[in-house]
Each structure stands twice: as C-alpha cells, then as structure tokens.
C-alpha cells in the first residue's frame, strides 16, 4: 500500500486545501456570499474524495476476489 501514503494526502490537501484557501480569502476581502460558497464547495469535495478512496479500498478486493474465482472455475 505505498502508493496509498502518496496518494491520500496529496489528494486532499491539493483539491480542498486550494478552495479553501480561495474561501478564506474571500471571507477576509469581505465577500461573505463567495468564502461561504468555496468554504462549502471545500467541505463537499474534501468528503467526496474521502468516500471515494475508502469505497474503492474496500470494493477492489471483492473485485480481484470475484476475478479469481471466475479464473479458478
């Protein structure tokens, strides 16, 4: 699983932490109604990406298992 270590944090800081960012500055220039949306767009991609690697963690072993047996039979 190193590709795993790589992977995960690079994910989440980039995508999220880059609209978040944007979000902060915005709520700091004064522009509520554009930090509030980008701090919230953050949120919702940082929880997409994270329930897409944890589904994909836990579907590709039944996959390779389903995979094996098809093989084997």
Do not use: C, K, Y
């Not at 509520?32 to 589904?55: E, K, P, R, W, Y």
């Amino acid at each position: 699983r190193p590709a795993a270590l790589v992977q995960i944090p690079g994910l989440i800081t980039l995508v999220p932490g880059s609209m978040g960012f944007r979000g902060v500055h915005a709520l700091i220039q004064q522009d509520s109604t554009a930090g509030i949306s980008l701090i919230t767009d953050m949120v919702l991609t940082g929880a997409v990406l994270a329930v897409g690697l944890l589904l994909a963690d836990n579907i590709m072993p039944l996959l390779f298992e389903r995979r094996r047996e098809n093989q084997s039979g």
